[in-house]
């Protein structure tokens, strides 16, 4: 997949127009799925999305002083997406949930303080504060929807607009309290930003679900990126998921999680809390790939899977370099280096395992430079689309230098490959890509390296690497037909 956005594009509302010129050449170089950003109105027309407003309004009412979102009109987005869908691409969009920003106006209530670090615990007593929870969407009125929302729909908030204090304030009432099934974090790590949806709250739980059945059928979704759920109730997300998937019928529906964390016992906790009906974001391995583009050859490759999802779970793992939220300038910023990239890219890409997601700002660019790694990553891609099948044996085995071959398969006469990664200096591998290629040349691809190679007869070949670079290895003329 392709994850269509990054941080700083700029707020033109041009984004769904681009997308659809864009979508034959994405389907050419071989994109099967593209993430979207939050289609829903948010505070103004600069919010990336993840401020969210209204989630019934995609870029259709005159709301927050603007009809069209960051990325353009409902009507731009609903012919991006069918352009998409006639090159073969499924849509997954990005769901924000968990919050809402920009209310319309304020409501007074009961509040005690808590601790950011230990949100269990009280360092106030209650009393009344005036907070922004009151949503009743002027602009759209109850087109959609007459659901209306009030201070008792959401568990907490962090400003008093009485004192104008910031503060993390948990919401008192009936039946309040922070959600159970989140990260436990700070002790619960419910509250993250704005006002926090209460999730234990009947109607709010009725009222999502159907939003979240009109939005799929409204924009023809074939899946969505589930933002922050590791601060949402699980069972919420369970339910939700399985109201979605009951609208679509027998079409199928795909759901990948945004759990930003690197522990892999978290990450395998939630898999079995959703009973593996969810993929999840490798953040492990995003974080191991940001380790070894810091320490370089101090970075011991052959731990480089140790504690990913991609060697735990690689059925449910998308792997990934990098994204909005890692990219510079963000609140989770740990961008990988220029000169992991390559690396990076081509194990995700041709690796046998995961689902792999290309960030728009490796390939287009960030803060409207362009990238220097689209050159890389197309190349990359035809390997993947010509090359990367077949059984995977992998060669983990020296700290600097590691790699793998795919076997190929009969379905695709000419493929299989051999790659390498080194963090260190020079390097190289013996590996073996079958008896059956005895006599075949091999060249290098990435163009780092001129020589050929001539696979033996026992079908092993001394496979080259320059330090610190990528090598990816195919059979020389090979007829191959994507």
């Given at each position: 997949?392709m994850?269509?956005f990054e941080?700083n594009?700029p707020?033109?509302?041009t984004l769904w127009?681009?997308l659809?010129e864009?979508?034959k050449?994405l389907?050419?170089?071989g994109?099967?799925?593209v993430w ?6 948010g505070?103004?027309?600069?919010d990336v999305?993840y ?5 019934y ?7 927050k ?7 353009g009109?409902?009507?731009?987005l609903?012919?991006?997406i069918d352009?998409l869908?006639?090159n073969g ?9 968990n919050?809402k ?12 303080e808590?601790?950011p670090?230990?949100?269990?615990k ?6 009344e504060i ?14 959609y ?8 729909h959401?568990?907490?908030v ?6 104008k204090?910031k503060?993390i304030?948990?919401?008192?009432g ?12 700070n002790?619960?790590?419910?509250y993250l930003?704005f006002?926090?949806?209460d999730?234990n709250?009947?109607d709010?739980?009725?009222?999502m ?10 924009l ?11 601060h949402i ?7 939700f998921?399985?109201e979605?998937r009951?609208?679509?019928?027998k079409e199928?529906?795909?759901?990948v999680?945004?759990?930003?964390k690197?522990d892999?016992?978290?990450l395998?906790?939630y898999?079995?809390?959703?009973d ?11 974080y ?8 370089g050859?101090?970075?011991d490759?052959r731990?480089?899977l ?5 060697s ?12 909005h939220?890692?990219q510079?300038?963000s609140s989770?910023?740990?961008q990988i280096?220029?000169w992991f ?5 081509g194990?995700?890409?041709?690796n ?6 290309v ?6 660019g960030m803060g409207?430079?362009?990238?220097p ?19 995977q044996?992998?060669?983990a ?8 071959v ?14 390498l990664a080194s963090?260190?200096t020079d ?9 059956e ?6 060249h290098e691809v990435?163009?780092d390296?001129?020589?050929e190679v001539?696979i033996?007869?026992?079908?092993k ?6 330090g610190g670079k ?6 020389k003329?090979?007829d191959?037909?994507?």
């Amino acid at each position: 997949m392709m994850q269509y956005f990054e941080w700083n594009l700029p707020a033109d509302g041009t984004l769904w127009t681009r997308l659809k010129e864009d979508a034959k050449h994405l389907s050419e170089i071989g994109i099967t799925a593209v993430w979207i950003p939050p289609a829903t109105k948010g505070q103004n027309d600069q919010d990336v999305g993840y401020g969210v407003y209204d989630v019934y309004d995609l870029g259709e009412f005159d709301q927050k002083g603007t009809v069209r979102t960051k990325y353009g009109t409902k009507q731009q987005l609903k012919e991006a997406i069918d352009e998409l869908h006639k090159n073969g691409i499924q849509v997954y969009l990005d769901v924000v949930m968990n919050h809402k920003a920009a209310a319309d106006y304020t409501e007074k209530f009961k509040a005690v303080e808590v601790d950011p670090q230990h949100r269990e615990k009280a360092v106030s007593d209650p009393y009344e504060i005036e907070g922004w929870t009151g949503f009743n969407f002027p602009g759209r009125g109850d087109n959609y929807s007459p659901f209306k929302w009030h201070w008792y729909h959401f568990s907490g908030v962090d400003y008093n607009q009485a004192n104008k204090k910031k503060a993390i304030y948990m919401i008192e009432g009936d039946n309040k309290a922070w959600s159970n099934g989140v990260d436990s974090e700070n002790d619960n790590y419910d509250y993250l930003m704005f006002a926090d949806i209460d999730f234990n709250h009947p109607d709010v739980i009725k009222e999502m679900n159907q939003w979240g059945v009109w939005v799929t059928k409204e924009l023809n979704l074939d899946g969505m990126r589930l933002d922050a759920i590791k601060h949402i109730n699980n069972e919420f997300i369970k339910g939700f998921l399985g109201e979605v998937r009951a609208a679509k019928g027998k079409e199928p529906f795909y759901a990948v999680g945004e759990y930003w964390k690197s522990d892999i016992g978290s990450l395998d906790a939630y898999l079995a809390e959703q009973d593996y009906n969810v993929d999840l974001f490798d953040v492990s391995l995003h974080y191991n790939m940001y380790q070894a583009c810091q320490d370089g050859r101090a970075f011991d490759m052959r731990k480089f899977l140790d504690d990913t999802l991609l060697s735990k779970h690689p059925e449910v793992a998308v792997t990934f370099v990098d994204n909005h939220d890692s990219q510079h300038g963000s609140s989770l910023e740990s961008q990988i280096k220029d000169w992991f990239k390559p690396l990076g890219y081509g194990i995700i890409l041709l690796n046998e395992k995961g689902y792999p997601c290309v960030f728009f700002g490796d390939y287009y660019g960030m803060g409207g430079k362009e990238s220097p790694h689209r050159t890389i990553i197309d190349i990359l891609l035809d390997v993947r689309k010509k090359y990367a099948y077949g059984e995977q044996v992998t060669y983990a085995d020296h700290p600097d230098t590691v790699g793998f071959v795919r076997k190929g398969d009969k379905d695709h006469p000419g493929s299989g490959l051999a790659l390498l990664a080194s963090v260190g200096t020079d390097g190289y591998k013996d590996m073996d890509v079958g008896t059956e290629r005895k006599g075949q040349v091999w060249h290098e691809v990435t163009g780092d390296i001129k020589d050929e190679v001539t696979i033996g007869d026992d079908g092993k070949a001394r496979f080259t690497v320059r330090g610190g670079k990528l090598a990816v290895w195919v059979q020389k003329d090979a007829d191959i037909k994507s």
